[in-house]
């Protein structure tokens, strides 16, 4: 046999046991490497005969392409078990729970607040700010609410002095009066804010929150106003029709006043807003009234306008379907979470108000 | 302010139905907050099953019932009838019902060391029958489906209650309710027929308003009925003041309640031979006293409207009387008032002495100074028919002459205001239902206010008067107007919007606390701002303004924590406060942080929140 034949059959052989990556790569080596048995017998070809040479070469050839294929195939043999093998000992469960998220929330009462101001921005609306601690002069006097007016006792103020003339504000209708002492007509502002009233029970909070708007321009009329609050009630509740219902009314700053209801039915005792045959009281309103366009020096003959005021936190509770307001301020961790918002969930006109 | 639909048609001439002028009373703005009846002291009184009656362990003749009130459970009632079996139909009371027999109020009692709820009934306490033995016993055949039924029918009118706002104190009186209603075109108010008295007799007691500085009575007006004999009232008197859910208490008193709820005209009645001499309207001096009718004693200051007589003083004008010179049911002879008092003098003395009561409410809005003869002849009238008795001439004593209030309107105002259009003759018609007398000038209308409108002073007045009657449902609805004439936000307030929605982003649940908190908690946090109290606080733990965002940050995380909440992180966006003046406030963003990183993960280690998750921020 001759040395080629040997060498063959020798590495058919071993190619034919079970190997490693390192054998087959120590078995390459040892055919095709520098000094190898292949690479060896190729360098010998120039001592033989010219006739044998040729025969040589072929048979040489062949069993060169013969084990270079084995050899590739015991390669290619050899990563797919390690690649099964691999996907049989490194598979993962995807059951298992996901690392942790830290998913802060916004407070429903924010995120109102934001969808009002982006309502309102969209007609042109921007918002103006007031501090929480009044003067009895800005919260009712140039309100005209003077001192011995009975709507006074309507409001239960807490004050900061004897006096009585330090309070925290029981309604952001101040802010109308700053807005327009500091600036110069046409104004058209809301005004979204806490507010004070020292009552406290089941439906009442010492503290919540109010949004005040307020619109002064040369001819707006009571149709302006009607037009205005019933754009907003059917952005904020996102329906197409609702059910809604001026009410004359009485505030000292407006005249003529409104109150305004909605619609609504009770399904399932959940609150349905829009149809049905009762009525809910959700904003008051009504035009400027002369006497406080005059106290901030602005001649009511010329200039003319509405103003409203809106619960902020029952609006909350009506669209979100949270019962309880005394809840919105007691920081419990579980309501938060459940009536909270992502705070990516940003309020805006084109994607529209809520998810 | 309450009243029933048959004491409305005393003065309204109507076809409308109940509902209608249910709706009608919403659109003219006075709010209908309620139309139901009043509950009754008879309402507690209802049809029961016992269910199971046992011995009673400490009693050989009570036993212990547990009886079905057709209410989830059943309540347990010691009773000492003989009849008190198993499957029995009574009438059971429940604690805090009056027995119409005896007037004992019912209480949930030990009876030998049983407690018992409630009471059942024997016929002849609840006035049925003579039968006194044994409870109650109802048919089957009537009663079995009636279990947790009211027993006694609530024969009362159903009572419209309205919430008046504090411009329409002529809506304080049916009649006024009437007006608006005949005004919106809920049929004709109905003419006051003429009241005639004989009272030819002078009335003897002398009355005088003294020239005092701020003298907080203008006119005061009196007669004297003498013989009368004070009963209770007849039925109808007594079904209407029941009706309205109050207490008859004698025809003299119900008769002056009524003309007030009627005409909202409040009238005082003394009992004339406790007056010594004279009545003189005055302004009280500092250390007067007098005990008032509510039986408490009032210690006044200097320059508080009072009506006294020689001895001294016998009550606040227009707010409330004393006890010395009450009527009772032995009166014999009655000097009745119907007063105009200055409303600014009455809040004045009202909140200086904390009295609450309904002359006040109504003197405080402004009752009809012309109303003073109506007052006088309603009220004497009814009682010489009730109480007999003579009535002398009516004595009126004023410091200012009548004048009547003028005012001239614009008629294009309304449109102005209202952003629609109505007929000139329409507008006249409206006002003159209201009461005002019209006469029109070219573009202008000439108007006499009526004077039982203390809130019409100026044109924008008459303006609401025409929109109300007329319906706010003409009001069009304008598409609004889109014009902008600043940013929405301004960079403070964008910034404000970018950290709270930053923080949250980062795992903190936002919340809102109070912006007052409780002084020892504050102090902790303050630094070297001014605590700044709460003169009336709604706990003694909300004392003060807060100085920082930290004090109920701090105060509702140890909430949480005692929730059983273990990892918690909040955050607040708002104000505190650096000085109790208007602007001296922060706007300031806090959060706080607690507990363990990665609790309970499985494949990260946990670790105690420490500064670097704070630096993180």
């Known amino acids: 046999m001759s040395d080629i034949k040997k060498i063959k059959n020798e590495f058919l052989e071993r190619l034919n046991e079970d190997l490693n990556i390192e054998s087959i790569n120590q078995i390459k080596s040892e055919l095709f490497g520098k000094n190898g048995k292949i690479s060896s017998s190729f360098k010998n070809l120039g001592s033989l005969p010219a006739e044998e040479r040729k025969k040589f070469a072929s048979d040489l050839n062949f069993v060169k392409d013969e084990l270079q294929e084995k050899i590739n195939k015991k390669i290619q043999e050899i990563e797919i078990k390690e690649i099964n093998s691999k996907l049989e000992n490194e598979k993962v469960d995807v059951t298992l729970p996901e690392r942790n998220i830290v998913q802060g929330k916004i407070h429903p009462v924010s995120q109102v607040i934001d969808e009002i101001s982006s309502i309102f921005s969209e007609i042109g609306f921007s918002v103006e700010e007031g501090p929480d601690v009044e003067n009895e002069h800005y919260n009712f006097t140039a309100l005209n609410t003077p001192d011995n007016h009975p709507a006074r006792d309507m409001h239960d103020t807490f004050y900061l ?85 001026f009410r004359p009314s009485h505030f000292p700053f407006t005249e003529p006043s409104a109150e305004v209801d909605i619609g609504y039915e009770l399904k399932d005792g959940k609150i349905v807003i829009g149809e049905g045959d009762k009525w809910l009281e959700i904003l008051g309103c009504g035009m400027v009234h002369p006497n406080v366009l005059k106290n901030v020096k602005i001649n009511p003959d010329k200039y003319q306008g509405y103003a409203f005021g809106i619960g902020i936190d029952r609006l909350a509770m009506l669209k979100y379907g949270i019962n309880d307001l005394r809840a919105f301020f007691e920081t419990d961790y579980r309501w ?16 529209g108000l809520s998810r | 302010m309450k009243f029933t639909i048959g004491w409305l048609k005393e003065h309204l001439d109507t076809k409308f139905k109940d509902s209608e002028i249910i709706e009608k009373l919403n659109d003219v703005g006075l709010e209908v907050e309620s139309f139901e009846k009043v ?21 050989d003749k009570l036993k212990v019932c547990d009886v079905d009130i057709g209410e989830q459970d059943t309540v347990k009632v010691v009773c000492g009838a003989a009849n008190a079996k198993k499957d029995l139909l009574t009438v059971y009371a429940g604690p805090g019902s009056v027995i119409p027999k005896n007037n004992i109020k019912l209480t949930v009692s030990k009876i030998r060391g049983v407690t018992s709820y409630g009471m059942l009934c024997s016929e002849s306490e609840l006035n049925l029958s003579d039968e006194s033995d044994g409870i109650t016993e109802l048919k089957s055949n009537k009663y079995s489906d009636k279990v947790g039924k009211n027993f006694f029918k609530n024969n009362t009118e159903k009572v419209i209650d309205l919430s008046i706002t504090p411009n329409r104190p002529d809506c304080l009186g049916v009649r006024g309710v009437a007006r608006d209603l005949a005004a919106a075109g809920v049929g004709k108010l109905k003419h006051t027929s003429n009241i005639n008295i004989k009272n030819n007799e002078a009335q003897k007691i002398k009355v005088s308003i003294t020239k005092d500085k701020n003298q907080g009575c203008t006119i005061f007006g009196s007669c004297l009925i003498k013989d009368v004999a004070n009963k209770e009232s007849p039925k109808w008197l007594k079904d209407k003041i029941e009706s309205l859910g109050q207490k008859p208490i004698s025809a003299i008193v119900d008769i002056t309640n009524y003309v007030m709820l009627d005409l909202n005209r409040p009238l005082h009645a003394y009992d004339a031979d406790k007056i010594d001499k004279e009545i003189i309207v005055r302004n009280s001096v500092k250390g007067e006293t007098f005990e008032a009718l509510d039986n408490k004693e009032y210690k ?18 227009g707010i409330i009387g004393g006890t010395r010179s009450g009527t009772e049911l032995n009166t014999k002879n009655i000097l009745l008032e119907s007063a105009y008092f200055l409303p600014r003098s009455i809040r004045k003395t009202s909140k200086l002495l904390n009295i609450d009561t309904d002359a006040k409410f109504r003197f405080e809005r402004g009752i009809d100074p012309q109303s003073i003869e109506i007052g006088l002849k309603k009220a004497s009238k009814l009682i010489t028919e009730v109480c007999g008795g003579k009535v002398s001439k009516f004595d009126i004593q004023k410091i200012i002459k009548n004048k009547k209030n003028k005012i001239k309107f614009k008629i294009s105002l309304f449109e102005r205001i209202a952003g629609f259009k109505i007929k000139d003759k329409e507008i006249i018609k409206i006002l003159t239902d209201l ?48 014009t902008r004439f600043k940013a929405a936000l301004n960079k403070q307030q964008k ?69 059983g909440f273990r990892d918690v992180s909040l955050f607040e966006i708002g104000p505190i406060f650096k000085d109790n003046k208007p602007g001296e406030q922060l706007t300031v963003i806090g959060a706080i942080k607690s507990g363990k990183i990665s609790r309970l993960n499985w494949n990260e280690e946990n670790r105690p929140v420490d500064v670097f998750d704070a630096k993180k921020m």
């Open chain 2, 300 to 317: 006044l200051d200097n320059d508080m409207c009072v009506i006294s007589d020689k001895s001294g003083v016998l009550g606040l004008g």
């Open chain 1, 336 to 351: 938060l979470n459940h009536f909270g918002f992502d705070p990516i969930d940003v309020p805006s006109n084109y994607r």
């Open chain 2, 495 to 563: 910034l404000f919007h970018f950290l709270q929605r930053s923080v949250a982003s980062k795992g903190y649940f936002e919340t809102i606390t109070w912006s007052f908190t409780d002084s020892k908690l504050n102090s902790l946090f303050k630094e070297n701002y001014k605590e700044i109290k709460i003169v009336n606080p709604i706990s003694s733990e909300l004392d003060v303004l807060r100085n920082s965002i930290f004090s109920n940050l701090t105060f509702y995380l140890k909430k949480n924590l005692d929730r």
């Open chain 2, 39 to 59: 509950s009754s002291d008879l309402d507690n009184f209802k049809v029961a099953k016992i269910i199971n009656a046992e011995q009673h362990p400490n009693a």
């Open chain 1, 161 to 245: 002095d004897d006096k009585k003339e330090l309070l925290l504000r029981t309604h952001t209708s101040p802010v109308q009066v700053r807005t327009m002492l500091k600036g110069k007509p046409p104004f058209k502002i809301i005004a979204p804010g806490r507010t004070y009233r020292s009552d406290s029970d089941q439906t009442h909070a010492p503290m919540f929150h109010q949004v005040e708007g307020l619109h002064i321009d040369k001819n707006i009329n009571m149709g302006h106003l009607k037009g205005c609050l019933d754009y907003f009630i059917k952005s904020f509740f996102e329906v197409d029709k609702i059910k809604m219902r």
């Open chain 2, 435 to 482: 009461g005002f007398e019209v006469s029109k000038k070219k573009l202008e209308l000439e108007l006499i206010i009526p004077s039982w409108r203390p809130d019409i002073t100026q044109p924008i007045d008459i303006v609401e008067e025409i929109v109300r009657i007329k319906g706010y449902n003409n009001i069009r609805t304008l598409e609004p107007d889109k």
